[in-house]
């Protein structure tokens, strides 16, 4: 079946006990004993519940995967990922990434004697020269947060297997519809399901998706061990709204790419920063390893950051907030915000300085969405 139909099909048969069409929710703790000794499917929500497996079974199914587990955010699917990791292992990761994951690489994985090193993965040579007998980890972000850059999944995974190194990529910003890390030679791929996949901005939760049996057994171990499970509620809305993943992707990818292309035309901004604009520097790979461009990217003001306050405090229809994904268009400074935690001198390495904007487009008219964005620069487009 094609990726629109597993959205609405995979993992959500009819209920056998009533024929209920849309999975139920089962809001249970726990789950009775057939007999002593002898626990049924299901014992405990925290090790595993029917909503969540009917949602676990549709995300193996859209990443082309053969197990999945739900999270209760982003941020836990993350912890539990780098929870594979042992003292002393070392983690290569892009140099250029969502801010949270780097606070937890630098404050958490750091502290508890995990190596972790920096490398712009553009640059094939540079991770070669980065790999050491105690890596373990190639952690890849792609389309970057917040400055879009790309890393060659295929290239990247063959120089992992190389090695005999484990490979993820956090795919958060492509979503499942627009990139298919495991066809790409990853073994993880990770998502913030908070963002496209769920769409609707009302849910906070994670995914991790792997085809391997092993390490899916690791990752299920310590799903249960950690207690990082995402509720049966939440696993229903996010089963909702991926119903409509398909539709709305195609509508953030047409809305984006035509925000940036009008963006390239102002004079009061810098630069867009949008992979499948033709002035992206790796246009080419992302016409190669993604289906659309995605609905969020970034862009510079010419004026710098006065210029970015002043049009960020001038929007109407974009909203001020963090997060991206939602139907909704939402715009905001990482520098003062989703980086803000990353310390000044890594901002500025990585590039991510006072002059940027990210927005994240939403699905609703494009001309009004560029009115907006006009107006708040001081002119009527």
């Given at each position: 079946?094609?990726?629109?139909?597993?959205?609405?099909?995979?993992g959500q048969?009819?209920?056998?006990?009533?024929?209920?069409?849309?999975?139920?929710?089962?809001?249970?703790?726990?789950?009775?004993?057939?007999?002593v000794g002898?626990p049924?499917?299901?014992?405990?929500?925290?090790?595993?519940?029917?909503?969540r497996?009917a949602l676990?079974?549709?995300?193996?199914?859209?990443?082309g995967?053969?197990?999945?587990?739900?999270?209760?955010?982003?941020?836990?699917?993350v912890?539990?990922?780098?929870?594979?990791?042992d003292?002393?292992?070392?983690?290569v990761?892009?140099?250029?990434?969502?801010?949270g994951?780097?606070?937890?690489?630098?404050?958490?994985?750091?502290?508890?004697?995990?190596?972790?090193?920096?490398?712009?993965?553009r640059?094939?040579?540079?991770?070669?020269?980065?790999?050491?007998?105690?890596?373990?980890l190639?952690?890849?972000?792609?389309?970057?947060?917040?400055?879009?850059?790309?890393q060659?999944?295929?290239?990247?995974?063959?120089?992992?297997?190389?090695?005999?190194?484990?490979?993820?990529t956090?795919?958060?910003?492509?979503?499942?519809y627009?990139?298919q890390?495991?066809?790409?030679?990853?073994?993880?791929?990770l998502?913030?399901?908070?963002?496209?996949?769920?769409?609707h901005?009302?849910?906070?939760?994670?995914?991790?998706?792997?085809?391997?049996?092993a390490?899916?057994?690791?990752?299920k171990?310590?799903?249960?061990?950690?207690?990082?499970?995402?509720?049966?509620?939440?696993?229903?809305?996010?089963?909702?709204?991926?119903?409509?993943l398909?539709?709305r992707?195609?509508?953030?990818?047409?809305?984006?790419?035509?925000?940036?292309?009008?963006?390239?035309?102002?004079?009061?901004?810098?630069?867009?920063l949008h992979?499948?604009?033709?002035s992206?520097?790796q246009?080419?790979?992302?016409?190669?390893?993604?289906r659309?461009?995605?609905?969020?990217?970034?862009?510079?003001?010419?004026g710098?950051?006065d210029?970015?306050?002043?049009l960020?405090s001038?929007?109407?229809?974009?909203?001020?907030?963090e997060?991206?994904?939602?139907?909704?268009?939402?715009?905001?400074?990482?520098?003062?915000?989703?980086?803000?935690?990353?310390?000044?001198d890594?901002?500025?390495a990585?590039?991510?300085?006072?002059?940027?904007?990210r927005?994240?487009?939403?699905?609703?008219?494009?001309?009004?969405?560029?009115?907006?964005l006009?107006?708040?620069?001081?002119?009527?487009g």
């Amino acid at each position: 079946m094609r990726f629109e139909t597993l959205a609405i099909h995979a993992g959500q048969q009819p209920d056998p006990t009533y024929g209920a069409v849309m999975p139920p929710i089962y809001q249970t703790s726990t789950f009775a004993f057939p007999e002593v000794g002898k626990p049924g499917e299901f014992d405990y929500t925290r090790s595993g519940n029917p909503t969540r497996r009917a949602l676990e079974d549709c995300l193996a199914a859209l990443e082309g995967g053969t197990h999945a587990f739900a999270f209760g955010s982003g941020m836990a699917a993350v912890a539990t990922a780098l929870a594979l990791l042992d003292t002393g292992d070392h983690v290569v990761v892009h140099d250029d990434l969502y801010g949270g994951t780097y606070r937890y690489l630098t404050t958490v994985s750091s502290r508890q004697g995990i190596q972790v090193e920096f490398v712009d993965l553009r640059n094939l040579d540079a991770l070669r020269a980065a790999v050491r007998p105690n890596t373990r980890l190639i952690w890849t972000e792609t389309p970057t947060n917040p400055l879009m850059h790309l890393q060659d999944l295929q290239a990247v995974g063959a120089i992992a297997r190389e090695h005999g190194i484990m490979t993820l990529t956090d795919n958060t910003f492509a979503s499942p519809y627009n990139q298919q890390p495991l066809d790409l030679g990853m073994d993880i791929s990770l998502h913030s399901m908070t963002k496209y996949i769920n769409g609707h901005s009302d849910v906070i939760a994670g995914a991790l998706i792997v085809r391997d049996d092993a390490l899916a057994a690791r990752i299920k171990f310590l799903q249960n061990a950690l207690g990082t499970g995402l509720s049966p509620f939440e696993c229903f809305l996010v089963l909702r709204g991926i119903k409509t993943l398909s539709v709305r992707m195609e509508a953030h990818n047409a809305n984006a790419l035509a925000i940036a292309r009008w963006l390239e035309t102002r004079p009061e901004v810098s630069q867009a920063l949008h992979p499948f604009l033709e002035s992206h520097p790796q246009r080419d790979l992302a016409m190669r390893q993604m289906r659309g461009g995605g609905g969020t990217f970034s862009f510079r003001m010419r004026g710098g950051g006065d210029a970015a306050v002043r049009l960020l405090s001038r929007v109407r229809l974009f909203t001020l907030a963090e997060s991206l994904g939602g139907v909704e268009s939402l715009i905001e400074h990482p520098w003062t915000m989703t980086h803000a935690s990353v310390p000044e001198d890594a901002r500025r390495a990585m590039g991510i300085t006072e002059d940027l904007i990210r927005i994240s487009v939403g699905i609703e008219h494009v001309d009004d969405l560029i009115a907006d964005l006009a107006q708040a620069m001081g002119t009527d487009g």
